[in-house]
Nanobody
Framework: QVRLVESGGQSVQTGAALVVDCSVS????????FAWFRQAPGKEREFVLA?????????VYSEDVQGRFMSSRDFGKNSVRLHMLRLKPEDTAKYFC?????????????????WGPGTQVTVSA
């Protein structure tokens, strides 16, 4: 059973950079397809980015974060990370790590079987 646990969320100011981590157990970071979603208070959960590091490695980004957010993986710690640059107040949300055993990234939350509990990122003006 794959288990995901996010960490690293905090309060920062506009323009700051932040990295949040997703620790993975029960599955290898090179085998699964991962995504990050976020949910702000009173809003629906929305897609941020997704990627697969398989033979046909691909990444998909939402327009809101294209050019500012990126993903990486740490084989030694079996974790994946979300790197966020030039943060804006509208990036304030709870960020969730998700994983699936599909071989292609998806923007649809229903395609992800495994979810972490989330980590809060707050960006002040």
């Amino acid at each position: 059973q794959v288990r995901l646990v996010e960490s690293g969320g905090q309060s920062v100011q506009t323009g700051a950079a932040l990295v949040v981590d997703c620790s993975v157990s029960g599955g290898g970071v090179g085998r699964l397809t991962f995504a990050w979603f976020r949910q702000a208070p009173g809003k629906e959960r929305e897609f941020v980015l997704a990627w697969n590091y398989g033979a046909g490695a691909t990444s998909v980004y939402s327009e809101d974060v294209q050019g500012r957010f990126m993903s990486s993986r740490d084989f030694g710690k079996n974790s994946v990370r979300l790197h966020m640059l030039r943060l804006k107040p509208e990036d304030t949300a709870k960020y969730f790590c998700a994983a699936s055993e599909a071989d292609r990234p998806s923007q649809n939350a229903r395609d992800y079987k495994y979810w972490g509990p989330g980590t809060q990122v707050t960006v002040s003006a």
